[in-house]
């Protein structure tokens, strides 16, 4: 009776390990499913992608700019630099600091809050919506930057100008966050170069108009 008594026990303890093996193997297993589904299939290569449209659409702009076709040449020369070591927040970082400017040349807002669904997913792996970033993040916001250029492409080209170009599906096998760092970079400089011929271009004016 006593080793049956036993016998019960051991069945039950093994049981119950089981099923805690179980348990922890589901919960390694969502868990694994809910960090994928926060970046909802996009990757670096489709980051780069965009990066490369929206330096289309401001190349595309400068053309109906005010810019002289020197100046735009110029700016159209500039090629990406090469870095290494980035991850998806410095990224992120790097767009968030464009967006200001970006914002601050054209006077046009560009709103960057993440969509609630992204942060739900986060609260459900129990991480703070800020602590870490997915291509995803980047993705999004990246989008944003790409309406506000193409807004501004639209009111220089008096809609005139197809924009489907700028909305290409595009992603660019083998590519690290690293690589669209630089393609944000590039997009950077080629802002603030715009932006010092716009300053200079606002000086002559101006002297032009006092010696009037």
């Known amino acids: 009776m006593q080793r049956k ?4 026990k051991h069945k039950l303890a093994h049981a119950v390990l089981a ?3 179980l348990i922890c193997l589901l ?3 969502l868990s694994s499913s809910l960090a994928k589904a926060t970046d909802f299939g996009f990757t ?3 980051v780069y992608g965009i990066w490369l449209n929206i330096n289309q659409a401001l190349i595309a702009f400068l053309q109906h700019s005010s810019l002289n076709s020197e100046q735009t040449a110029l700016i ?3 090629q ?3 870095f290494t070591g980035k991850q998806p ?3 992120y970082q790097q767009v968030e600091q464009v967006k200001r400017h970006l914002e601050s040349i054209f006077e046009r807002p560009a709103i960057s809050y993440r969509p609630a669904w992204i942060d739900h997913y986060h609260t459900l792996q129990n991480t703070h919506p800020d602590s870490s970033i997915h291509p995803s993040s980047v993705f999004i916001l990246s989008s944003q930057l790409l309406q506000v250029l193409v807004a501004e492409y639209i009111n220089a080209t008096q809609s005139r100008q197809p924009i489907s170009a700028f909305y290409m599906d595009r992603e660019i096998s083998n590519q690290s966050p690293s690589d669209v760092f630089a393609q944000v970079d590039l997009f950077k400089r080629r802002l603030l170069q715009y932006q010092q011929f716009l300053a200079k271009e606002k000086h002559s004016e101006r002297v032009y108009s006092e010696g009037q």
């Open 44 to 46: 670096p290569g489709h």
């Open 89 to 91: 927040k410095d990224v």
């Open 80 to 82: 990406p630099d090469e």
């Open 5 to 8: 008594k036993q016998s019960g």
């Open 19 to 21: 099923a805690i093996r």
């Open 76 to 78: 159209t020369a500039l």
């Open 27 to 29: 919960l390694i297993l």
